[in-house]
């Protein structure tokens, strides 16, 4: 970095290509009215109704892949309470992706799949597995019940 | 320049009157860190939708964990640090080896009609922005950090980057200096201070 060039300019001179740097910015890369707006409405899933299962394990980030070029793996995550782990599979498909899922103990239950837009509801088997096709691009949040547990998985993109 | 007005409520409170169901607060925080919140994004390159979905995502984890963050005062290092995971596990979900390969140029530069001197911010700008493509791409993922709007603190880019706070001034200057040689480059003027 020897050749690396220099201006010596001053601490008010760079806070100024900052502060010029910043309103371009502002001027052709803003926060689109949609993306506020959404996250101002985020706050209506603010509610206490149900324990949260936070992400124990999340293959993408955690995991070692093997990267290959326009492939897309399954990703893998787990969303874990003392009472009720989740187990979900997400795979991309065109235009949309589709979760196969399992509650852990394996148990019958009602698995709600909540996304900004809406909701899917789907049917735990005895074994406790779930499947869903067809969901939208975007983050969602799953509402399971089972037995006597009522678990939100963190919001999560597939 | 000085912008008087009512002092702004303390981050910390709006996180716990946002915990305890006042929407204003939320709205709020929303205000001051969406634009922090995508340009997390937007230094990892990432496209529109995905820069969306991962303020998305990065806001419905707020509101779930509101009840549950341990540090309100320190909610902006929380948010820029769970959209700058969200950002690296699309990159990672792609198969992307790292930071997308698309310039700066992709972005379309609007020219506002109704402003007088229009044409030149517009050339002004365009010009930044051009020169903002040419700097080491870990300068590019600064400058458009600290050019989001209000700008976040060291601590904050720190998390995002994973540098040392205090390294961060020094590398800033360099950065700066890297970024008005190549806007000198552009508009013929001259890199240095005048005189």
Redesign the interface.
Known sequence: MNEEPTTDATDAEDDVLLAELRAAVNRIDPVPPETMAAARSSFVWHTIDAELARLAHDSVLDDQLTLTRGVVAPALLTFETPGLTVEIETISTDGGWQLHGQLVPAQPGQVEIRHPGGATSVVADDMGRFTADGLPPGPVSLRCRAGDAAVDTDWFLA | MTVTGPVEPAVGDLVLA?RE?D?EA??AL?ARF??R??AVA?SYRLS??D???????T??????????IRDPDRVGAWLVTTAS??A???I??????GVGDDGWEE????D?PAADSGMI??E??RA??KA?GMVPAACQRL??L????P?PSYEEVSAVLDMAPGSIGPT???C??????QLARITGGP???PG
């Open positions: 946002a169901g929407a939320w709205d929303v969406a634009g919140v995508r937007r529109e939708s820069a969306e979905d991962v303020s998305q995502v806001w419905l984890r707020l509101v779930s964990n509101l009840d549950r995971h969200e690296l596990r699309i990672r979900r792609a198969g992307r080896h972005a379309i530069v609007s506002d911010v517009a002004r700008d930044l922005w903002m400058l458009r600290l050019a989001a709007d700008p800033r200057r360099r700066l200096d890297r970024l008005r040689v890199a240095g201070s």
